[in-house]
């Protein structure tokens, strides 16, 4: 049974930083491009990061790019997201999701499995 487990959400003011995690649980986890995606109240969810199977390859929403990173430990089956200077547009769920695309998908269609998302405010 796939299992991905989403933490380190929570509120931070304008320009705080967040560092989330998603653990992997139930796959061969260095065979999967993961992926961050959010989601705000009435909206649709969108793409924010994604990494390569083997980390070595990036990309990232024009919305986030300078301010997000994301990294993955293949030894520990967790993927990050490091969010600095965080806005307020930043609020949403934030949701980890893993792919067997062998390319940096940023669509949700192309994800597999989902976690079930952490919440990120940032208020002004």
């Known amino acids: 049974q796939v299992q991905l487990v989403e933490s380190g959400g929570g509120r931070v003011q304008a320009g705080g930083s967040l560092r989330l995690s998603c653990a992997a649980s139930?796959?061969?986890?260095?065979?999967?491009?993961m992926g961050w995606f959010r989601q705000a109240p009435g909206k649709e969810r969108m793409f924010v990061a994604a990494?390569?199977?083997?980390?070595?390859?990036?990309d990232y929403a024009d919305s986030v790019k300078g301010r997000f990173t994301i990294s993955r430990d293949n030894t520990k089956n967790t993927v990050y997201l490091q969010m600095n200077s965080l806005k307020p547009e930043d609020t949403a769920v934030y949701y980890c999701?893993?792919?067997?695309?062998?390319?940096?998908?940023?669509?949700?269609?192309?994800?597999?499995?989902w976690g079930q998302g952490t919440q990120v405010t940032a208020s002004s």
């Open positions: 999701a893993g792919s067997t695309a062998g390319y940096l998908p940023i669509t949700t269609g192309l994800y597999r499995y």
């Open positions: 139930g796959l061969t986890f260095s065979s999967y491009a």
């Open positions: 990494i390569s199977r083997n980390g070595g390859s990036t």
